[in-house]
């Protein structure tokens, strides 16, 4: 069975440090992995999502992730950290069938102050 | 493009009672999902419809269902309201169909937050 594991519920980073959220896999096939970002009172939107075109994947907002086949590991991270990038930050796969499900993590709430 | 709409935004009802949440997904997607959030489960799957039919179900009781129209808008039903229904219920669509695959990706709407008093 498919599962994503974030490590860590809350992250706390001062503003322009280092963001680094993490997030490991299982999968007995490929996986296609997203990190999707929540807002308070929002829905979730894309940050980026490992496709196998490449394994350095950037995505909006400055966020980039690494996909680590030998380390099942799809981490997220962004160089300086901004105020705005306080939200709750989910990593997902999706699911082994040619559906919409998508298996997601715990979540991780960053924290960024100033 | 107007993105996933949810209506209403907010919803307060009573225990026993049933709700009824809609979803209007991108115009052209034809695969919509629905999702429950709570703090304690996290995101869960409810189901998936594509094409009015229904493609994929989570582990919920049968007191949650759905479907989906000829014009891709999706509903969602819970009858008999419990407490533990509380939760956000996000809604995601995506063009679906074998052209998509497993690396397209679903747009979420803004969710309709549900609390059972």
């Known amino acids: 069975a498919q599962s994503v594991t974030q490590l860590g519920s809350h992250v706390s980073v001062s503003e322009g440090a280092l963001v680094l959220l993490r997030c490991n896999y299982s999968?007995?096939?490929?996986?296609?992995l997203f990190w999707y970002v929540q807002y308070p009172n929002q829905g979730l939107q894309l940050l980026l999502k490992?496709?196998?075109?490449?394994?350095l994947v950037k995505g909006i907002n400055g966020f980039e992730a690494e996909f680590k086949k030998s380390e099942t590991s799809f981490h997220l991270t962004k160089p300086s950290a901004h105020m705005s990038d306080a939200a709750e930050y989910f990593c997902?796969?999706?699911?082994?069938?040619?559906?919409?499900?998508?298996?997601f993590g715990q979540g991780t709430t960053l924290q960024v102050k100033p | 493009k107007a993105g996933v709409t949810q209506t209403p935004r907010y919803l307060i009802k009573t225990r026993g009672q049933q709700v009824t949440l809609s979803c209007s997904p991108i115009?052209?997607?034809?695969?919509v999902s629905w999702y429950q959030q709570t703090p304690g489960q996290g995101l869960q799957f409810l189901f998936e419809?594509?094409?009015?039919?229904?493609?994929n179900k989570g582990n919920f009781p049968g007191r949650f269902s759905g479907r989906q129209f000829s014009n891709s808008r999706s509903e969602m039903n819970v009858s008999t309201l419990e407490l533990g229904d509380s939760a956000l219920y996000l809604c995601?669509?995506?063009?679906?169909?074998?052209?998509?695959?497993?690396?397209?990706?679903?747009?979420f709407g803004p969710g309709t937050r549900l609390l059972v008093l």
């Open positions: 995601a669509s995506s063009l679906g169909g074998l052209a998509g695959g497993l690396q397209e990706t679903q747009y």
């Open positions: 999968s007995s096939v490929p996986p296609y």
């Open positions: 490992y496709t196998s075109a490449a394994t």
């Open positions: 997902a796969v999706r699911h082994s069938s040619n559906t919409g499900k998508l298996i």
């Open positions: 115009s052209g997607h034809r695969s």
């Open positions: 419809y594509f094409s009015e039919t229904q493609r």
